[in-house]
């Protein structure tokens, strides 16, 4: 299904229903008005049948589709007419193009299009402008069945739609509009109640321009996810130029679980991986449900869809200095039948779980501090992302630093660096950086580290490694980028 149009500066339309769920990124669409003033043809369309490309057959179209046709139903504005068969190109997955689905034949469609289809006969759905299935397009459509009437006055309107998230392949995610729904708009003096229609749009015409609080009836169990909020206090401006503002308001489930591990010892342990696994069911293979521990071994899952779920530590079975133990289930048992089972409902909040992890294996600590050529140490500004990492090999004289680390840290404030290393392993130990070209001011020593014969400008640079044997713990090592302390250059 189609779930919502998402408007942010960068918006991100979702055509999933139709186009098996691919991303494409625009600039940020207009207000119905701004769109059907630009806009030469606003119809609504149906689609009629899909053009498939023959077998070994070339297209770059998704789902093996090459083209569609569609039908005129109704005409806002153009040269369109009712009854017309429109010829559409197949979008490529990533270029802003509409796609379509045999399963989505009989579907309608209100599109913003240009004057005419381009040299090849063929039109272009586009998906960065405010098209959309006509489900998904209350709010325009009200405006639309309106023009003429509203043309030259503000309007406040969006939708409310509550969004079902799905855990498992067996439960398809969900949008559900929010009809007959109170929202409470407050400002200049005035206290106005509406109501959203059948297709959970809220709209007012006619209001003064300035600042307005919107409110929609809460759903229990449920919070506004735009940017992060929680429905309540939600100002907008009205502005007497722009004259139309949009709000619109997606409900997610409001859950979480959250908690700490440590060791045997009681002692926080950071960067040990996590996730929420069904406790039936095929999982999702996008699912999101997972988290990594903090310094303070605390970890927090949010927007848990309902189900029943069973909570997995170090989910990839490697033992590892951050992790140096095999997986496990909550409470602590490796045996899937025994983990402990937690339900989730809508406003459902687990906190404060305790987790010890089971008998690990020995780890060292390295601690010292990344300094530049100059004795200076590195900090965000002369060495912006700079971590430590540590390769691990039985023979430390061939570790090649370009595999993959054992282990990782970053830096603090003052360069200085804490890594964990599990006890026997050999290898090297390193300060890295990405650079490219025109990182550092005036920083000529810089410049010639990444003069590379390719001339690409971008080059990893590295402290000279010095050699591990975590035997013991480790302190006081320095680590040395091959140049100085340079201001990092302003980019913006």
């Excluded at 270029?95 to 381009?118: H, M, N, Q, R």
Aim: proline letters at 5%; one cysteine or more.
């Amino acid at each position: 299904m189609l779930l919502k149009r998402i408007l942010p500066v960068i918006a991100l339309i979702f055509v999933a229903f139709v186009g098996r769920g691919f991303a494409c990124s625009c600039m940020m669409n207009g207000t119905v008005d701004e769109e059907f003033a630009r806009t030469p043809n606003v119809v609504i369309l149906r689609l009629q049948s899909v053009h498939k490309a023959g077998e070994g057959e070339e297209t770059f179209g998704v789902g093996g589709i090459k083209s569609a046709k569609l039908v005129v139903e109704r005409s806002f504005k153009g040269t369109l007419k009712p009854g017309q068969e429109l010829t559409f190109a197949q979008g490529g997955g990533g270029d802003c193009v509409w796609t379509f689905a045999e399963d989505g034949i009989g579907s309608e469609f209100l599109f913003y299009l240009g004057a005419k289809p381009s040299q090849s006969g063929m039109w272009a759905g586009p998906t960065c402008s405010r098209s959309n299935l006509v489900k998904w397009a209350g709010a325009d459509m009200l405006y639309l069945e309106n023009v003429k009437d509203v043309i030259d006055k503000t309007r406040l309107s969006g939708h409310l739609i509550k969004q079902a998230a799905s855990a498992t392949t067996e439960i398809p995610w969900s949008s559900e509009i929010l009809a007959d729904r109170e929202v409470t708009i407050t400002g200049n003096g005035k206290t106005i109640k509406l109501k959203t229609d059948k297709n959970g749009v809220y709209e007012i015409y006619g209001l003064p321009p300035g600042k307005y609080v919107v409110r929609p009836e809460p759903i229990a169990g449920y919070k506004d996810n735009r940017y992060g909020e929680t429905p309540g206090n939600t100002e907008v401006v009205i502005d007497a130029k722009k004259k139309h503002t949009e709000r619109d308001f997606y409900f997610e489930i409001d859950s979480l679980i959250s908690g700490k591990v440590s060791d045997a010892l009681g002692k926080p342990l950071k960067d040990v991986c996590l996730k929420l696994v069904p406790a039936s069911g095929t999982p999702r293979g996008h699912s999101s449900h997972f988290d990594c521990t903090e310094p303070d071994g605390s970890f927090a899952i949010t927007e848990v869809p309902a189900g029943s779920y069973v909570l997995l530590f170090n989910y990839d079975d490697k033992i590892t200095a951050d992790a140096p133990f095999r997986s496990f289930y909550y409470p602590r048992t490796n045996k899937r039948e025994e983990a402990a089972l937690l339900q989730i409902e809508p406003g459902t909040k687990i906190k404060d779980l305790l987790i010890n992890a089971p008998a690990a294996a020995e780890v060292i600590t390295v601690t010292g501090v990344l300094k530049m050529s100059d004795g200076k140490t590195a900090n965000e500004d002369n060495a912006e992302y700079a971590s430590i990492e540590f390769v691990a090999n039985s023979d430390e004289e061939n570790v090649s630093e370009d595999d993959s680390p054992a282990s990782r840290t970053t830096i603090d404030e003052n360069g200085r660096f804490v890594i964990r290393i599990l006890k026997g392993q050999k290898g090297k130990l390193f300060g890295t950086i990405g650079a490219y070209s025109g990182k550092y001011e005036d920083c000529p020593a810089f410049e010639k580290l990444i003069s590379t014969e390719d001339g690409s400008g971008i080059y990893d640079i590295k402290t000279p490694a010095i050699l591990i044997d975590a035997i013991t713990d480790q302190t006081n090592i320095e680590l040395v980028f091959p140049f100085p302390s340079c201001k990092k250059a302003d980019i913006d």
